[in-house]
Every structure is written in structure tokens, then in C-alpha cells.
């Protein structure tokens, strides 16, 4: 494993994160493990690597147990449809995942099958690092030859709760799929484009998708629900008609019966069934090589969805779009270069379109896209929909900021937001019969005279403008006007891609001193009380005008230990504080002489309540939105209980503990201890703790997979007072820690 080194957080984070590391291991229910490479044989048993199978049609023609994983060796390539048979259980799902050395292995249906990786009637299944794609070899450029195609397709119509789907660490790409929308006139068709297809029949086609339908559209029967969806850690290049996809079915096609499932006439409509508990996490998703790419996620029919840390570049119509959904949640995304495509009318980064409620899209970082946010509650038929929009920030749009396409019935909360444009004479656009509300954003604009709709629907409640603006809308009462001294407007860059969003490169909009924003803005009850970077919300007097508290984010440490002498570590070294009584913490070169980390000891009893303890103390402690990121390993045979790490309040508390003990992952989800999984003696692993000390509660990561989110402290901490590795009393072992980074801010991009 290398690992190098890296003098400041930026550049340490990049070097993270192309590094490759095992995954601890959950504890599942253990079953047969088969082999398949293009060397072996259908002949043989399979269940060994030296034995493998040869042919995607032993695999197809095979019913797998739960606990079973299929393993595809890497640098193999295969043509045509994986589709095993079987469904795992609940604590023992199938594993689809590579084994050996090199790329990973390749599945390529090229255009000959629907889905050239596929799941029906199946659940409790997890698909990890594989190769996907599904594009017709030739004759695709006029659209001639699209088709009903996916890379990774899951399907359901047998009228049941389908549970526990994962799809990680895949590369999705060159899927040649049609593009079929809702609406529009059939007037405008071309070769692969159709328009006027209603719901069932649209928008199925893409990189990755989650679809149900029936088996007799004449007689639907009950619905099939999909549950517990997660996309993560995922390239999806090049796919049309869509990057991701979730979608309930609803009955409008010709001759069928109309269901509803999946969409709704009022909020509370019965017979909506939607798909439940979907996260799409940490992807990297493009459309630059085809002409046919829409939206980059597109959610509908969903409730309860989480969108973040994902990086969407250059994709055609939408960012991310939600539709007929409940209960979704948008953040922390990058999203840049959103563009008109295949006879769409939008370019927007965000979309929380027709009959969506309780929706948040909150601290994303949207730049230069065709629009910036489009709120569109747009049919007159659908009178209901709630959507809350803060602490974006939203710079470089070509045509539209925001912009309203709102029905009667319609809310829309928007605040703190910071729209930052040079291009753009559109800074409030659209029409509003429902209710819009604007507290607390800053326009900024170079050009002097940008339009803002003002209508009595829509609320402007002191909102700062940048002083050259002479359209300020009259209605708000309690504007701000001045320069905005922003901390560097012409920030051109970094910016996301594989490796992750770039989400600091958004500070570059926060405020300097001497601000007339600063402190300026009017309090806004239910606030989430985060700013963009993860400040506590206000620092000063009030809240800022704009999506960040003052200054840039700079509460940042990094300490790789390569620089430090092999041998006993000192306590103060650094400024760490180290506590080694009868013990020993020493730096050693592991896993180099060039890459070195700090081993903990433990073979006595020594040190009192702090046992043998390395630990960082804030005399200030860290309020706000907090991440914990270092390298962990086991390495001895003793096994005994070090916290890895714990954190603690002012009152020498702990409040969020992780530990490795006997084998296990441990992590305390309020009082309660659970056992996450197992990990494996002498293997690295990367433990990323996102606290937030506003909401009390934390998300846990380990090789950037999330394991724990959400969860309660054990007890209240109103901000980090210290963060400790550390064991005491009766344990016994060893650890090396290295690479320890604290940042403000989520997980992500940094």
C-alpha cells in the first residue's frame, strides 16, 4: 500500500483518496464463495479460485443462498447479461465483487440485452467493483440505434417489499440508452428521442436504475416497493438517458390501469406506494462524450432519499431532479457545466419538481450550469408541494438563477443562499401562484440590472444586493445593499471530479470583516443552524446575509508523523498530548521510513483513567460541523479494547466512541454499543467521523463507506474538547494511527 505524504490538508485529502484499502468487513451470515474467470471452466466446482467457472451462463443458470459471493477475476472481460438467481437475507445478502489484481473485471452487454447487469424479483443483494457497460458497438451517432438499454438494472413487478440493494465501487459507462419524455409534442421526435411518453413509459434508460412495474398492466395486483437502496463511491460516464434512476410505476400507458403508486394527486394520497430509504453517496457522474445524457440522478417516486457528496459534471437537462417524491434530502453536492440536451427545456444543477414534499437541498456547490436552481411545482393538477432551499452557493449560471414554476399550493423556503454571477441578466425569473419566500440570500451581480419577478406570492425578506444593482425588489422592506467582499470571487477552480466535489472552493464566497452582511440577516426559526462550511449558525451577533458566517473556513489539522523522529513520541510533540505511563507511543516506519505512524502499546496498566493516550485538546472546542479523518490498523494478538477514536465535551465526557476490540468494529449509537463488523489483524483502515455538535449527532465512515449515520452522542457535547486514541485498564494490544486530519465541514471534498 503506498501512502504519501502530503504538507497540507488539500493535498493530503487527494493522496487519500486514491489510496485502495480493504474494507473492514460487516458480519454477515457466511455462505459459499464461487470463483469465475475467462481461464476456468463451467466443469469445474467453482468454489475456488485455482477451480473457477468460465461463462456468464453458469453464473445465470445458478440460484445462489444468502451469504453467497460470486467473485469475477480482475483484468477479465465478459459479453452479454449477468443475471444470478436467488435472493439473500436479511444479515446475509449475495455478494456480486472481483478477486486478484488489476482492472476491475468487465461485464459489456453491448446493446444485445436491456440490462448488462440484472436483478428481477430479487433482494438483499450487494454489487461491488465491477466494470459495466451496454452500448451498441456502432451507428449511434444520429441516435439510430438507442435503445431500451441500462448498465445495472433493478426490476421488480411480483407485488412485495424488495429489500437491500447496494451497488459500490462500479464503474457504469457508454450506455446507448433512448431518451423518452413525459411530455411535449411527438412532432419534435428524432431517431432515439421521442416525446409525449407519459409516466410508465419515460426516463428508464441510463447508467444505473431502480424500476418496477406489472405483469398485467390490465390487472395490476399490489405494488412492488423497493427498500433500502444505496448507490456509492460509483462512476456513471457516459449513459443516456439518465446517470441514476429510481422510479415507482404508475399505471398511464395505453391500456393499462392507472395505479398511482408512484405518483399522486395530493399529498396524502392513499394509494401512493413509493420506493423507501434510498442514499446515493459519493459518485462521480458525466455526460461530456454523449449527446444524449439528461439528468444526472433523477428520484422519483421515492421517499425518504438522501443525495450527497457527489460530484454531477457536465450532464444534460438536470443536476439532480426529484419528482412525485417525499422526504428527500440534497447536500453537500458539486454540481457544474448542467446543459440542454435531446429536446429538454432545462439546464438546471437543481430540480425539485412536480408533487415533491419535504424536500431540502441544502449546501451544494452549483457553478456553472445553464441554470442554477429551477423550482418547478409546475402542474396546475398537482396543488401541493414543500421545498427548502439553503446555504447553496451558486455562481457562473449562464441563464437562469432561480427560477419559479409554482402552482397554487405550492411553499418554498429559500435562505441563505448566495447567488455570485457575472453572465446572467435573470437573478428571480418565473411565475409563482404558490408561495415563495426569500430571507436572508445575497445576490451579487456584475451585471447592473438582472430581473427579479416580483409578485405578491412571492416574499422578499431582507435579502442583501450588491451595490450596482438598480432592479432591488422594492417589496423588501428590509434589503441590504453593499459591496459584498467576498473572500475571492475570481476563484476559478479546484473543482470536483473522481477524486470527490471540491466544496471548499465555494468558501471563496464567504464574507471578509468589514461585510455589511455580517450580522445582518434576520433569524429564521428551524435554520438546521449549519452554515455551508459547517459553522455554527450565527457566530456573532446574528445570522449572516448569505450562505456562510464570516471569514472562510480555517479550523483545519493534519499531522502525517513522517517528518518526526523514529522513537519515542514526546508528550507536546506537534501539540499533541501523550500519555505513555509504563507503556509505549513511539513513531515508527510503518508502513515505510518515508511513511511513517505512531504505534500505541499497551502491555501493562499504566496512566490511570487516560491509559496510553494520544489525543488532540482544543482549549476552544470545536462547535459546528466536524470531521475526523485518520488511518487505523490492529497489529497484535492481545486484541484488547482501544478507542479509535473517542471524543469527548469540556466536562471530560465521552460523547461519540469508536473502537476496535477482539476483532470487532465497535461504535456506541447513542448508550448503545453496536458491532458494525469485523475487522482484519495488520490491514489499514480509514475511520471518518462527521460530527455536528449543533444537532448532536454523527455519521460514521470507514474506507468511505458509511456504517453508521445518523446516530445520537452518547452525551451531550456542545463542542470537541479532545479527540483521543487511546486504551486503558485492563486492555492490552497495540495500534498505529497516522494520517489524522480535522477539518470543518462534511466529509466530503476536502
Not at 462512476?235 to 441514476?244: A, P, Y
Not at 500519555?579 to 496498566?605: C, F, G, H, Q, Y
Request: contains cysteine; hydrophobic residues 35%; charged residues 15%.
Amino acid at each position: 500500500m503506498s501512502r504519501a505524504t502530503a504538507a497540507a490538508l488539500c493535498a493530503l485529502a487527494v493522496v487519500l483518496a486514491s489510496i485502495v484499502l480493504i474494507p473492514a468487513q460487516r458480519a454477515f451470515a457466511a455462505g459459499t464463495t464461487y470463483f469465475v474467470s475467462t481461464s476456468g471452466s463451467d466443469s469445474n466446482a467453482g468454489t475456488s479460485s485455482s477451480a473457477p467457472w468460465r461463462s456468464l451462463s453458469k453464473v445465470n443458470s445458478t440460484t445462489f443462498q444468502p451469504g453467497d459471493t460470486i467473485r469475477f477475476e480482475a483484468g477479465d472481460s465478459w459479453t452479454g447479461q449477468l443475471w444470478p438467481k436467488g435472493s439473500g437475507a436479511d444479515g446475509a445478502p449475495i455478494a456480486i465483487d472481483s478477486y486478484g489484481t488489476g482492472a476491475k473485471p468487465k461485464i459489456a452487454g453491448q446493446g444485445a440485452v436491456g440490462d448488462a447487469v440484472r436483478l428481477n424479483n430479487q433482494q438483499y443483494w450487494e454489487i461491488r467493483n465491477l466494470d459495466v457497460s451496454n452500448a451498441v458497438p456502432t451507428g449511434t451517432t444520429d441516435g439510430s440505434k438507442l435503445g431500451d438499454f441500462r448498465g445495472i438494472g433493478v426490476h421488480g413487478d411480483n407485488g412485495q417489499t424488495l429489500h437491500h440493494f447496494v451497488i459500490d465501487s462500479v464503474d457504469v459507462h457508454d450506455v446507448t440508452g433512448e431518451v423518452k419524455w413525459v411530455g411535449g409534442s411527438t412532432a419534435n421526435n428524432q431517431p432515439g428521442i421521442t416525446f409525449g411518453q407519459g409516466w410508465d413509459r419515460s426516463k428508464d434508460t441510463g447508467g444505473i436504475a431502480f424500476i418496477t412495474g406489472v405483469q398485467d398492466i390490465t390487472a395490476p395486483g399490489a405494488p412492488t416497493v423497493l427498500d433500502n437502496i444505496t448507490v456509492e463511491n460509483s462512476t456513471i460516464k457516459n449513459t443516456s438517458f439518465s446517470g441514476i434512476v429510481v422510479k415507482q410505476y404508475a399505471g398511464d400507458a395505453p391500456g393499462a390501469v392507472y395505479t398511482g403508486w408512484g405518483k399522486r394527486a395530493t399529498a396524502t394520497d392513499p394509494a401512493y406506494t413509493p420506493h423507501t430509504n434510498v442514499t446515493l453517496r459519493g459518485n462521480y457522474i458525466t455526460q461530456a462524450n454523449t449527446p444524449y445524457g439528461c439528468n444526472g440522478i433523477y428520484l422519483t417516486g421515492t421517499r425518504g432519499g438522501l443525495v450527497e457528496g457527489n460530484v454531477i459534471d457536465r450532464v444534460g437537462v438536470s443536476g439532480v431532479e426529484t419528482n412525485m417524491a417525499d422526504n428527500v434530502t440534497v447536500q453537500h453536492n458539486e454540481i457544474m457545466g448542467t446543459h440542454l440536451s435531446s429536446g429538454g427545456a432545462d439546464q438546471n444543477a437543481l430540480d425539485p419538481d412536480i408533487g415533491t414534499t419535504n424536500q431540502v437541498f441544502q449546501y451544494n456547490y452549483l457553478h456553472d450550469n445553464g441554470d442554477g436552481i429551477l423550482l418547478c411545482g409546475c402542474n396546475s393538477n398537482v396543488k401541493f408541494g414543500s421545498v427548502v432551499l439553503r446555504y447553496n452557493v451558486i455562481t457562473g449560471s449562464t441563464r437562469w438563477n432561480l427560477h419559479m414554476s409554482q402552482t397554487t399550493g405550492t411553499v418554498a423556503n429559500v435562505y441563505n443562499n448566495t447567488f455570485a454571477n457575472t453572465n446572467s441578466q435573470y437573478m428571480v425569473t418565473g411565475g409563482v401562484s404558490g408561495k415563495a419566500t426569500l430571507t436572508d440570500n445575497l445576490f451579487v451581480d456584475s451585471q447592473s440590472a438582472p430581473q427579479f419577478v416580483q409578485q405578491s406570492t412571492i416574499i422578499y425578506n431582507n435579502n442583501g444586493y450588491s451595490d450596482n444593482l438598480t432592479t432591488v425588489p422594492t417589496s423588501d422592506a428590509t434589503r441590504k445593499i453593499g459591496a459584498p467582499m467576498f473572500v475571492n470571487p475570481s476563484a476559478t477552480g479546484p473543482y470536483g471530479d473522481e477524486n470527490g466535489p471540491r466544496l471548499g472552493t465555494a468558501a471563496n464566497f464567504a464574507l471578509q470583516s468589514g461585510s455589511v452582511f455580517i450580522d445582518a440577516g434576520a433569524t429564521v426559526t428551524g435554520n438546521g443552524g449549519l452554515d455551508n462550511a459547517g459553522a455554527p449558525v450565527p457566530i456573532g451577533n446574528g445570522p449572516e446575509i448569505g450562505a456562510f458566517e464570516r471569514g472562510a473556513p480555517n479550523i483545519a489539522f493534519t499531522d502525517t508523523f513522517d517528518s518526526l523522529a523514529t522513537g519515542a513520541l514526546a508528550n507536546g510533540t506537534n501539540g499533541w498530548r501523550v500519555i505513555s505511563t509504563n507503556n509505549d507511543i513511539s513513531v515508527v516506519e510503518t508502513p515505510s521510513a518515508t511513511d511513517k505512524s505512531v504505534r500505541l502499546t499497551r502491555t501493562t496498566d499504566g496512566g490511570g483513567t487516560d491509559g496510553t493516550n494520544l489525543a488532540r485538546l482544543f482549549s476552544t472546542p470545536l462547535q459546528g460541523l466536524v470531521t475526523i479523518d485518520a488511518q487505523v490498523m490492529r497489529n497484535d494478538t492481545q486484541a484488547g479494547w482501544f478507542g479509535l477514536p473517542y471524543l469527548y465535551n469540556a466536562g471530560g465526557t465521552q460523547a461519540v466512541s469508536v473502537a476496535f476490540a477482539r476483532g470487532q468494529i465497535h461504535a456506541y449509537e447513542g448508550t448503545t454499543d453496536t458491532v458494525l463488523g469485523t475487522y482484519t489483524n495488520g490491514k489499514w483502515y480509514r475511520i471518518t467521523l462527521t460530527v455536528d455538535t449543533v444537532n448532536q449527532r454523527f455519521n460514521l465512515d470507514i474506507d468511505g463507506h458509511r456504517v453508521v449515520t445518523d446516530a445520537a452522542f452518547r452525551t451531550s457535547m456542545p463542542g470537541i474538547a479532545k479527540a483521543a486514541w487511546y486504551s486503558n485498564g485492563g486492555e492490552r494490544g497495540a495500534v498505529h494511527v497516522d494520517d489524522v486530519q480535522i477539518w470543518r465541514g462534511p466529509g466530503f471534498g476536502q
